[in-house]
């Protein structure tokens, strides 16, 4: 299996046609413009994130009906974790009229909304599928008020 991409957006769903539907898709910065409302927890948080990451992953034809665990962590610019997403995903068989050595696509949807970040600066969310490192996308966080 292999990454084939990842990347933040505001909102995606995979519906049963299979296709996958993105809205606000690509990117990397969360720009903080105000001051946090009033009733916002205590403890250094100065944004939280609004959104999902997607991920698209590629298995092998030899991988179908297989599950594989993925997980997915969230970083500050010193490495200290903020964040921590568990889950599994499968290679699902091929539909009838695709080639039988075509690789298997699967989607995975991680919500984020709602993700604490204690500061600015840069952040990381590296990704992880059957134990094996597969990729990471960076963000970050700007004051711009």
Request: aromatic share 8%.
């Amino acid at each position: 299996m292999e990454l084939a991409w990842m990347l933040l957006a505001n909102h995606a769903e995979v519906p049963p046609s299979g296709l996958l539907y993105l809205s606000g898709a690509g990117w990397d910065t969360i720009n903080v413009g105000a001051e946090l409302p009033d009733g916002a927890p205590d403890g250094g948080v100065v944004a939280f994130v609004q959104g999902v990451l997607v991920i698209r992953l590629l298995f092998h034809h030899t991988e179908a009906g297989t599950e594989f665990p993925f997980e997915v962590s969230i970083v500050d610019e010193d490495g200290a974790a903020i964040g921590h997403i568990d889950g599994a995903v499968t290679a699902e068989p091929p539909d009838e009229d695709a080639p039988p050595t075509w690789d298997r696509a699967a989607h995975v949807i991680a919500a984020l909304t709602g993700l604490p970040l204690p500061r600015f600066g840069e952040y990381r969310i590296h990704l992880q599928v059957n134990r094996e490192h597969k990729g990471d996308i960076p963000f970050r966080v700007v004051r711009r008020y």
